[in-house]
Every structure is written in structure tokens, then in C-alpha cells.
């Protein structure tokens, strides 16, 4: 079983983002000592031109590389 990390939307809301990191730090620890899989989406959210203008939604390229680092973390799961 794999859990996702939750998407930080945007750097606007700093709290929220500060939040949003917090519970992603503990799920990641969580699921280590479970022995589930974890899959980040905080590299793609943060690296240039891998999201929309918005902030919102993956970019095309975005999704590809999300799908290819997904497709690694349930192959080693």
C-alpha cells in the first residue's frame, strides 16, 4: 500500500503551507514504520514549469514526471 503526500497548493498561505508540511512530515514517518510505501509530491509542486500558471494543477510535464516517480515508489512497494 502506498500513501500520498498532500499537494501544498500554493506559497501564498504560509500557515497553511506550514501545516500542510507538518502532517506530510508525519505520514512519511508513519508509513516508514508501517512499512507502507510514500510517495512525495512536494519536489514536483516546487521545481519550475512542473505546474500550471496557476499553482494548482501539474503541468503536462508535471504529470509525466509524477507518473514516473509513482510508477518507481509502487515498484518497490
Known sequence: MVFSSIPS???RDTERTR???L???W?????HHRNF??????TVSLAPG???????????KGKRILAQELAGVIEGA
Not at 505520514?27 to 508509513?31: D, N, T
Not at 510505501?37 to 512536494?42: E, R, S, T, Y
Not at 500550471?52 to 494543477?57: F, L, Q
Request: neutral net charge; charged residues 15%.
Open 9 to 11: 497548493m500554493s506559497a
Open 19 to 21: 501545516k500542510i508540511n
Open 27 to 31: 505520514l512519511k514517518g508513519w508509513c
Open 23 to 25: 502532517l506530510n512530515m
Open 37 to 42: 510505501g510514500f510517495f512525495d509530491h512536494g
Open 50 to 60: 512542473l505546474m500550471t500558471i496557476d499553482g494548482s494543477h501539474p503541468s503536462l
